[in-house]
């Protein structure tokens, strides 16, 4: 079963700016995609639309087999999101906000203990626990919200930069428990970047440019695309491809190089 359908989505922001024109994407379930593309080239907007948080113009989203309506919620129950601007009830502690998380999504209370008591051990926050949220980090923030995303155990991730900012012995930590989530059966879609990352933890990539998407594919598949099409010979890592593909005409351009070096 595929997990999310995209199909033909499109936003348009106001005095006619594209965000998104026409995307489509499945991401089939127990996979995890890499979603990848510039600033500005209409990832965080896909994701908005996928959270609820955006409304959008056209086009149709589907997650776990259901098409999902502009009023629906119900459908959150099963997905994790982080989201690039997270937002927190900032004067909780972390172990009441994902006390609070826990009863949003009806886990029972002993339950809802073990799971924030070993998600606060895990995000090395279990000493902090007692601080409130406002007074964290930005890495800090982002290990609360991955946490909320990830207490219900849910059968979808939503990831918009989740590793952004948290420290390299959190990060592996991380990426180990997402590759374990997608044996057991999560799908996980992840925006990010850290190209270095995507190529090392996805099971493909979908490249997003000026509001579509320009490939999907796994990282073997577009290796072997690219050569085909560009006329290259090899690509030594996912950084190379993305240069060639976002590139207008498939030309990379003139270095850029300030004045002054």
Known sequence: MNAIELIGLRKTYGKGVVALDG????VEEG???GFVGPNGAGKSTTINIIAG????????????G??????DFEYKGSIGFVLERPSFIEKL?????????ASMHGLEEREAS??????LEFFDL?????ERIELFSAGMKKKVSLAAAMIHRPRILVLDEPLEAIDPVSAKAIKDNLKLMVRQGTTVLLSSHALDTVEKLCDGIAIINRGRIVYRSSMEDIRARLKDEVGQETFSSLEEIFVQVVSEGGNPGVEKRLSWL
């Open 23 to 26: 995307v489509d994407l499945v």
């Open 31 to 33: 996979k995890l995609l």
């Open 53 to 64: 948080l955006i409304r959008k113009d056209e086009g149709t989203v589907r997650l776990l």
């Open 66 to 71: 259901k098409e999902i309506q502009p009023a």
């Open 93 to 101: 502690t972390a172990h009441e906000y994902l006390r609070f998380v």
């Open 114 to 119: 073990v799971r924030i008591d070993e998600l």
């Open 126 to 130: 279990d000493a902090k626990k007692k």
